[in-house]
């Protein structure tokens, strides 16, 4: 069982930046490919960026290309998302997920943390 919880939400002028940490507990997350989902209002929770278990490979969305890093740490079990150039639409509930197997990145995590709010202000 692997436990997740991120960090570092909070509110920003368009233009800024923020830094969202994921904790995992658990012996075996240096092994699981890790990545960010967000939600926002009235939509479905939709794919950002995840990384290797390695740290060597990462993919992103098309709409936080260039903006967005994502990274990890596997000796303090911790991924990160580096988020520059805040847009308004990035407003939105932040998720880290864990995935064990399979090859699409896009979809069925086995776990979640509980989420951290970004807001973006215009």
């Known amino acids: 069982q692997v436990q997740l919880v991120e960090s570092g939400g909070g509110l920003v002028q368009a233009g800024g930046s923020l830094r969202l940490s994921c904790a995992a507990s658990?012996?075996?997350?240096?092994?699981?490919?890790m990545g960010w989902f967000r939600q926002a209002p009235g939509k479905e929770r939709e794919f950002v960026t995840a990384i290797s278990w390695s740290g060597g490979t990462s993919i992103y969305a098309d709409s936080v290309k260039g903006r967005f890093t994502i990274s990890r740490d596997n000796a303090k079990n911790t991924v990160y998302l580096q988020m520059n150039s805040l847009k308004p639409e990035d407003t939105a509930v932040y998720y880290c997920?864990?995935?064990?197997?399979?090859?699409?990145?896009?979809?069925?995590?086995?776990?979640w943390g509980q989420g951290t709010q970004v807001t973006v202000s215009s």
């Open positions: 658990g012996r075996t997350f240096s092994s699981y490919v």
């Open positions: 997920g864990g995935k064990r197997t399979g090859s699409n990145w896009l979809r069925d995590y086995d776990y």
